[in-house]
């Protein structure tokens, strides 16, 4: 019998998929930072090859860009922390632009 797959009313996962991590496993919490998984697994999924069902890939991010995922986490911290007392949210536009080009800009200081 094929089971199905559902996300209950609730909206939790089954067991299943609420146990799928990528920690290291090692009990260091800075092993497990989303810089360090990044870094681990890297930024662009699974290679293009003959593998995939497609042949081709869809790009992840768009080139040339800012990506708020390569933000420093303490940056990113206090970005939407400034963000959010700015503007009553965290918006992408400010995040990215604190990142990437400084609190002043971000702020409009």
């Not at 930024?43 to 860009?65: D, H, M, S, W, Y």
Request: charge should be neutral.
């Amino acid at each position: 019998m094929l089971e199905k797959v559902y996300l209950d009313s609730t909206g939790h996962w089954p067991p299943v998929f609420s146990s799928i991590s990528l920690s290291t496993g090692t009990g260091n919490a800075a092993d497990d930072d989303r810089l360090a998984v990044r870094q681990r697994v890297g930024t662009q999924g699974v290679p293009a090859g003959p593998e995939l069902l497609f042949g081709a890939k869809t790009p992840i991010t768009v080139a040339n860009r800012p990506d708020i995922n390569n933000c420093p986490q303490a940056t990113i911290t206090a970005a939407k922390a400034d963000c959010a007392a700015k503007y009553g949210s965290a918006r992408m536009s400010c995040l990215t632009d604190y990142c990437f080009a400084g609190k002043e800009v971000a702020l409009n200081k």
